[in-house]
């Protein structure tokens, strides 16, 4: 249980530093602008699908992850639907965010809704928002670190800009400039070396924001540390004509030494935002005390 758990946080830490390291005049400057006009965006619908497949000689392990999400950011508000499967054991859940202090999670194996806020870690002087910030800062702070580094690594010949074409999207075919990002070997390792050298206090981060004991992610990176290798890393970005990216697709492959992660990790992501700064219709259920439960209740269930 605890290799299958440590391997689904693996995963779910690859997919998030995947989607972060994205880049950086000519083509490279071209996509950055783009990635940066598309971080500001205010509203919209973001849609990201991953799938993971995992082999231990003999043994394949398959993992897939669907993030649906309508968002306001003016709000604070937003509604997510995750879907989870992990080889034929599936599991969906919806999260409500009615304010950036307020987040309910829909479990279909709980009635009611568990509070995110949990006011049961809220220290004196503190408020749950304040409570949420610190737990998810440190893990926030290594995926900019990550992006940094990469943006900095990059250059003119990891870049490729292709011509327009049209493409399907949930708002009708669009044209779009396609671009291919291939980071060099060498930069690559650099990335590894930053991941596997995580101090103390950013692995405990990480422990806090999975909700995992401080056991599970030394061992995690103990295992990272015997030998860590990305194969393959490229990715295939679509730009609209307003400059936003409006669909992305990354493929990677790792390879590990440890016996205790698989040998060969393959990753697929594909990433779309349409209805672009449209305002959502959010629709939130009724939630009253009586309806809510909070993470410790959840942990040994779990």
């Keep these: 249980m605890k290799i299958r758990r440590s391997i689904s946080i693996l995963s779910m830490l690859v997919i998030g530093l995947s989607i972060t390291a994205c880049t950086g005049g000519s083509d490279l400057d071209q996509y950055l602008k783009a990635e940066e006009k598309t971080a500001t965006m205010t509203s919209g619908h973001m ?47 919806t999260l409500y965010e009615m304010s950036p202090s307020e987040r309910y999670l829909k479990l279909p194996m709980f009635p009611g809704y568990m509070d995110l806020s949990d006011k049961e870690n809220t220290m004196e002087g503190q408020d749950s928002q304040q409570v949420n910030e610190l737990d998810t800062k440190v893990i926030r702070d290594i995926f900019k670190e990550i992006d940094h580094l990469f943006k900095e690594g990059l250059n003119d010949e990891n870049i490729f800009k292709g011509e327009k074409v049209l493409i399907d999207t949930p708002d009708g075919k669009v044209k779009a400039t396609q671009y291919t990002i291939m980071p060099s070997k060498a930069l690559l ?30 061992s995690i990176w103990q295992a990272l540390d015997q030998g860590t290798q990305v194969e ?11 400059g936003y990216v409006i669909q992305k697709s990354i493929h990677v492959i790792l390879h590990f030494q440890s016996d205790n992660l698989p040998r060969t990790m393959r990753l697929n992501i594909e990433l779309n935002h349409s209805q672009i700064n449209q305002e959502p219709q959010l629709q939130f259920p009724e939630i009253n005390s009586d309806d809510l439960y909070i993470q410790s209740d959840l942990k040994e269930a779990y």
Excluded: P
Aim: negative net charge; hydrophobic residues 30%; charged residues 25%.
């Design 232 to 242: 393959v890393y490229n990715e295939s970005v679509y730009v609209n004509m307003d």
């Design 47 to 93: 849609n990201m699908q991953a799938q993971v497949v995992n082999k231990w000689g003999e043994l394949d392990t398959h993992y897939e992850y669907d993030f649906d999400r309508d968002f306001n950011h003016e709000t604070g508000q937003s509604i997510s639907h995750i879907y989870i499967l992990e080889n034929d054991l599936g599991t969906d859940m």
């Design 189 to 218: 390792d650099v990335m590894v070396q930053q991941i596997t050298e995580l101090d103390s206090d950013q692995r405990e981060g990480i422990s806090k924001s999975f909700n995992l004991d401080a056991e599970t992610i030394d």
